[in-house]
């Protein structure tokens, strides 16, 4: 993991000196909704990532690959667009990767991108990976509301696509639900921007990454999925501490049982037609928080992403996050929900 994450030093792709507190504090209120935006705040979306580059990038990356990256479609989403996913190693475990379910929170997809690109590669770590994972990129899940820069799906109706586990109203939900179904990922990864401007509480430190280990009541898991969200929780905790890049927090707790990673731990539900999974596969699956869209500091953004989503995927290839050491969870701080566009 170490390796991995000296890589992009040594590439000179981190930046930012911060650090994380150790005091745990009140849950707050939980205000879902991001990304975080001033009234007057105007984000060039000629600086990130849309539908258009995500097929041209894919594209480029499997060409370029030797075979190693797969590129296909899991359907078409209610505009008509290809719901895209890159398929890369062939590896016994699974494991999930996605990114844009709400459409205006941008960064994700390009640092998702750059993943795949690095699993295509050919460092050490890459080749780790690859040979003990096989690894499922999707990074624009909502190419609708990424093109309208909205949080839902455009068509028929404005509806949030993480809480469209249960009712399946929207085609996306469907195509990548039978995606899930078929791969059978063990564990999963979920990438979102931040709905306010939090300060870690305790601390005048704005708050950049919060960790979502339980999407759902831990009492709706099985043992082996909550410590294995925890194990993943605290390398991505460790690995943001170790180069200082954030002031990292608990995600506020929730109970969501329509999201999509929500469902992916429960299994249950199934769209129309379709028989629900006896048993899930999915043993752990949690999600990041990353603070607000800013062209000013995209790099620094997809640094928030990039950096734990590859430390989870070495830990996961290697076998070390078995047995990580979650001591440190209990002491992870939240953070007080500040107002939009503070910082």
């Not at 003990?132 to 839902?152: C, F, H, K, S, W």
């Not at 990673?261 to 249950?268: A, C, E």
Request: net charge negative.
């Amino acid at each position: 993991m170490r390796a991995i994450l000296a890589a992009f030093a040594a590439a000179g792709l981190l930046a930012g000196a911060v650090s994380v507190p150790t005091a745990a504090s009140a849950d707050p209120a939980h205000q879902p909704g991001g990304p975080c935006l001033a009234p007057d705040q105007n984000v060039s979306l000629s600086s990130v990532a849309g539908y258009d580059d995500v097929v041209q990038v894919l594209d480029r990356i499997e060409r370029t690959s030797n075979g190693q990256v797969a590129v296909r479609s899991a359907g078409t989403s209610g505009e008509g667009r290809q719901l895209l996913y890159a398929t890369i190693g062939t590896g016994p475990t699974t494991f999930w990767l996605q990114a844009r379910i709400h459409g205006n929170e941008l960064h994700s997809t390009e640092a998702s991108l750059q993943v795949l690109g690095y699993l295509a590669g050919g460092s050490t770590q890459a080749r780790l990976i690859r040979e003990n994972l096989t690894v499922v990129v999707i990074p624009m899940y909502n190419p609708d509301g990424a093109e309208a820069n909205i949080r839902q799906s455009t068509t028929p109706n404005r509806i949030d696509l993480n809480r469209d586990w249960e009712n399946f109203a929207q085609p996306e939900s469907v195509a990548f639900w039978r995606l899930w179904r078929d791969v059978a990922p063990r564990l999963a990864l979920d990438l979102h921007h931040m709905g306010q401007a939090p300060v870690v509480n305790g601390t005048d430190d704005l708050n950049q990454f919060q960790i979502g280990a339980r999407s759902i009541d831990p009492a709706r898991m099985t043992a082996e999925q909550w410590l294995t969200n925890r194990q993943m929780a605290m390398v991505s905790v460790d690995a943001l501490d170790q180069y200082g890049l954030a002031n990292v927090a608990h995600y506020p707790i929730i109970d969501i049982t329509n999201a999509v990673i929500s469902r992916m731990l429960m299994g249950g539900t199934a769209p129309a037609g379709e028989q629900p999974v006896a048993q899930t596969p999915t043993t752990g699956a949690i999600f990041y928080e990353v603070r607000s869209v800013g062209q000013k500091s995209n790099g620094q953004l997809e640094n928030l992403f990039r950096i734990p989503t590859l430390a989870v995927l070495t830990a996961a290839a290697d076998g070390s996050l078995a047995s990580y050491d979650i001591s440190g969870y209990p002491t992870l701080p939240f953070a007080t929900q500040g107002p939009c566009g503070q910082f």
